[in-house]
């Protein structure tokens, strides 16, 4: 079979690592080629890897970091000597291999990273007229329980039919993932709305139940600013601290722990809390 022309691979810093190999890799495996201008295996490797690559196009993405412009990088994924090729999947590293190796050792390597039946379909979905990307979501989950994308997909797809129960039970089957653990957690403060006058009311006048209800309305209603004092109240309160706690924990999820909000507020839970 003739070879199909090389790709040409994108250099990745650090500042988008996280989005063109991390993020990038729930949707498909990404193989990253950490070298070196200045390393002669590394020049040799990167021309088989471009051509090996274009016959993989349709089912992986390549990227290449140069160690010595993403240090934070090199010592993240504690990178010894190179080049040095690794695959992600997931946001995770599940194949490696170090050094100048022969094209059919590299051919395997790629071919091994070849989309399952499940994330096939997860991708056909994605590309499927609206009708149509349930009935694939759930063939793909048929074909793996616990299909990252397929799982969050059909979880929001439920939650846009009402269907906020089964799409936290899907929830349940990716407890790895930071976007499956935020949706969950925003689907369980939804439950604690309420009309925010009356609890107000209700809590100023000492009800320590009523406080937690209003704090719990107001992180529903996605008032962190104003939610936070009021649960953190609840917190201190021996009767409901866990509850209080756990709706803190709720909130946190949804902001996301890049959150300024987060980063604030979560010492003074602790300190509530202790």
Do not use: N
């Amino acid at each position: 079979m003739t070879d199909m022309p090389a790709v040409r691979v994108a250099d990745v810093s650090e500042a988008d690592f996280s989005s063109a190999v991390l993020q990038a890799s729930a949707v498909r495996p990404v193989v990253v080629d950490f070298w070196a201008a200045w390393c002669g295996p590394c020049r040799q490797l990167s021309p088989l890897l471009e051509r090996v690559a274009a016959r993989h196009a349709d089912d992986v993405d390549v990227e290449q970091v140069d160690v010595d412009a993403a240090p934070g990088l090199s010592q993240r994924y504690r990178i010894q000597g190179i080049p040095a090729v690794k695959a992600f999947r997931d946001g995770a590293v599940v194949a490696e291999f170090t050094g100048l190796q022969p094209e059919p050792v590299v051919e395997r390597f790629f071919a091994a990273l070849a989309p399952s039946p499940a994330d096939r379909l997860a991708r056909a979905a994605a590309d499927a007229p609206a009708g149509q990307r349930e009935a694939l979501l759930r063939d793909a989950l048929e074909a793996r329980p616990d299909h990252p994308v397929a799982a969050l997909e059909l979880a929001r797809l439920l939650v846009d039919a009402g269907d906020e129960a089964q799409a936290l039970m899907l929830l349940q089957r990716l407890p790895g993932s930071a976007e499956a653990r935020r949706l969950a957690a925003e689907l369980r403060l939804r439950s604690g709305g309420g009309d925010l006058a009356a609890l107000r009311a209700a809590a100023a006048a000492g009800d320590a139940q009523a406080r937690l209800a209003y704090g719990r309305a107001l992180a529903a209603a996605q008032d962190a600013e104003r939610a936070l004092p009021v649960l953190l109240d609840a917190v201190r309160d021996p009767a409901t601290r866990a509850e209080a706690r756990a709706v803190v924990l709720e909130l946190f999820a949804v902001l996301g722990e890049d959150s300024e909000t987060v980063r604030t507020w979560r010492p003074r839970l602790a300190s509530a809390l202790f």
